[in-house]
């Protein structure tokens, strides 16, 4: 087995939204209760960027695979999705940085 590298961490998926360093923190569901969004953060060292996924799961279909609601890359300190937040039952609004 190899050992884990500062690469390695880089390049590992991190939970933004909801925040994976705050134990109390849920993913933000749909006014409904019918879905969720969370968002993630991973490091692409190739391109020196930071990819973010929107990722839409249902809660009576946990075990398909998640809808990508959208995906954007950011090269600066700024995230690539923040301020994500649902605007109805279909909808969820966000900023966007590429």
Known sequence: MKPFTVADSI???????????????QPQFSPDGARFF???????????VRDYFLLLYRV????SNPVLLAHFQSSSNRDGISQAKWLTDEAVAFLGEN
């Open 11 to 25: 390049e590992m998926t991190h939970f933004i939204d909801p925040p994976e360093d705050d134990v109390e923190a």
């Open 38 to 48: 969370v968002v993630t953060e991973k490091g692409d060292l190739d391109l020196n």
């Open 60 to 63: 009576n279909d946990l075990h």
